[in-house]
């Protein structure tokens, strides 16, 4: 009895494609490469049917899984929600990082957890797309609204998966509504927060929110040179010189206090 031949899928985009003869992806048309074993010196071997495939692909030809080499992966601690035992994978890996990208995720709560690499490779990716459209329109920038008093609530400081101390909490680009718990070994996000954050930046939220940043500095430093030339001005007719001094010295303390705050 013959067995009708097994579909060959798609490197790029995972489509199936039963003829065998084909050489273009009857989905996205890209070009299928042939079956076999590719350049070793550029090589991703499937994590799921063991098949090498070449370097850059995103899906393995053979079975049509993800492509993903988690070599690299430490062993990944417990949810920082959950306590239990977070689920190691990876992102395909590119040309940038062959290996893949590692990452993991909760199986219970849907957290999932980037460790510092991986998350800077995905927001850069976002944000080359939001350089991609050009001028960043305020009103179309996709933010988290915020439920009412959720910033006044007591913080519940959690714990990182890598290293165990407390993260910090923080609201994602300043402006983005979305609350993550990040730490120098990596960020933690709660279920559909990553596409929420990645929706944001893809949208300009990183460009709009350094714009009001840059914005804010310069208007924080120019009412600190005001009142600055105020006080200056006001020594000299009312105050005796050693609180003049003393009244200068705190103005241009606070004026330095701001610039670092907004650097």
Same mark, same amino acid.
């Given at each position: ?46 994590? %799921? ?197 003393? %009244? ?16």
């Amino acid at each position: 009895m013959q067995h009708p031949a097994r579909p060959r899928y798609c490197p790029t985009c995972g489509g199936p494609n039963p003829s065998p003869t084909a050489i273009a992806c009857r989905f996205c048309d890209g070009p299928l490469v042939a079956l076999g074993q590719p350049d070793p010196r550029d090589t991703v071997v499937c994590s %799921s049917c063991h098949s090498a495939m070449p370097g850059g692909a995103t899906f393995c030809c053979a079975c049509g899984e993800a492509l993903a080499s988690l070599q690299d992966l430490p062993a990944p601690g417990p949810c920082p929600h959950c306590q239990i035992a977070l689920c190691g994978w990876g992102l395909a890996p590119t040309a940038a990082r062959p290996s893949g990208h590692p990452l993991a995720s909760c199986e219970r709560c849907g957290g999932v957890w980037l460790p510092a690499p991986t998350r800077q490779a995905l927001i850069d990716d976002a944000a080359r797309a939001a350089a991609a459209r050009g001028d960043v329109v305020a009103s179309e920038v996709v933010r988290r609204q915020l439920p009412t008093g959720t910033l006044t609530q007591a913080v519940k400081y959690r714990r990182c998966p890598s290293c165990a101390q407390p993260m910090a909490r923080k609201n994602f680009g300043g402006c983005s509504g979305v609350l993550v718990d990040e730490c120098r070994c990596g960020t933690f996000f709660d279920a559909g927060e990553l596409e929420d954050t990645l929706a944001f930046v893809r949208s300009g939220g990183l460009q709009l929110a350094r714009k009001r940043a840059d914005e804010e500095r310069t208007r924080a430093m120019r009412l600190a040179e005001s009142a600055a030339m105020s006080a200056q001005a006001h020594s000299h007719t009312s105050w005796p010189p050693a609180q003049a001094d003393l %009244s200068l010295s705190l103005v241009g303390w606070l004026g330095r206090w701001i610039a670092r705050a907004f650097s």
